[in-house]
Every structure is written in C-alpha cells, then in structure tokens.
C-alpha cells in the first residue's frame, strides 16, 4: 500500500477510461472511420484534481496500512487476520474508487467533447498503435483544464 500500489491503481483506472472512451465503437475501422488516438494516462495525470486525489490516496493507504499492521499484531487467528487484510484491501479500494471517479468521469466527459468537434469514430489507446491515428491527447487535456 505505497506509491507503487498508487501506480498500480493508476494503471487499473486508466484501463477503465480507456473502455470507457472507446464508447462501445468497434475496434476495426472501415474506410470512413476516424480513428482518434489519446494516451489516457497522461490525460489522467494532468487532470486538475489528479495530483491532490493521489495525495490524499497515498495518505489512506498509509493510514490503512497502519491500521492493518495493529490489527494484526493483536489478532493471534491466522484466519482472522487473514480477514483483516481483506477488509483493509477493500477499504482501500472504495476510497481509492471514491477519489478517482469524479476525474476518470471528467477525462470521459472531454475525450468525448473533443471526439464530437473533431468528428472521431473510433478512440483507441496511443500505445496499441504502431501508426496512424490523430492524437487527441492535447486536445483533451485543454478540455479538461478549460473547465
């Protein structure tokens, strides 16, 4: 539960924006298919509010982290405690969930904005590329700082 489980946090959410920006398009493209491309990670990380979420997700994982190591340290049952990890991880989880929605929303919100001006069909992560696609990812993040 430190920075890396942030960053793999992270990762998981990105996924999620990714699916969730490809908006149910198909993923192979015919002749009259734009095909916009955004690396959503990025996108994410300068979201306004990212850098405070990522604070505050890094203060509760080490509050939870903290919670877990007492907890058990006092439970002598090997199952208990296996129970206490548990419920700790998911904890953490809805509160990670709590803090990142409201951005992952906003990064869906001006992918989708950017792809109705510029009249993209099909969005697809920059990294599953090797060539071609119009590369959105500036486009959106002056969406999101413009709000």
């Given at each position: 539960m430190n920075g890396t489980r942030v960053k793999f946090i992270v990762s998981g959410l990105v996924a999620a924006?990714?699916?969730?920006?490809?908006?149910?398009?198909?993923?192979?493209?015919?002749?009259?298919d734009v095909i916009g491309v955004i690396d959503s990670?990025?996108?994410?990380?300068?979201?306004?509010?990212?850098?405070?979420?990522a604070r505050q997700l890094?203060?509760?994982?080490?509050?939870?982290e903290n919670e877990l190591r007492v907890a058990v340290e006092m439970e002598p049952d090997q199952a208990?405690?296996?129970q206490i990890v548990q419920t700790k991880r998911m904890e953490l989880a809805r509160e990670?969930?709590?803090?990142?929605?409201?951005?992952?929303?906003?990064c869906d919100e001006a992918v989708r904005v950017?792809?109705?001006q510029r009249n993209i069909t099909v969005v697809l992560e920059k990294a599953s590329?090797?060539?071609?696609g119009e590369d959105i990812t500036d486009y959106v993040i002056q969406q999101l700082i413009r709000r």
């Open positions: 924006l990714i699916v969730l920006s490809a908006g149910g398009a198909a993923f192979a493209a015919t002749g009259g990670q990025l996108i994410m990380y300068r979201h306004p509010s990212f850098e405070e979420a890094q203060r509760i994982s080490i509050e939870k208990r405690r296996a990670e969930q709590r803090l990142m929605e409201p951005i992952l929303r906003d950017i792809v109705r590329v090797h060539f071609g």
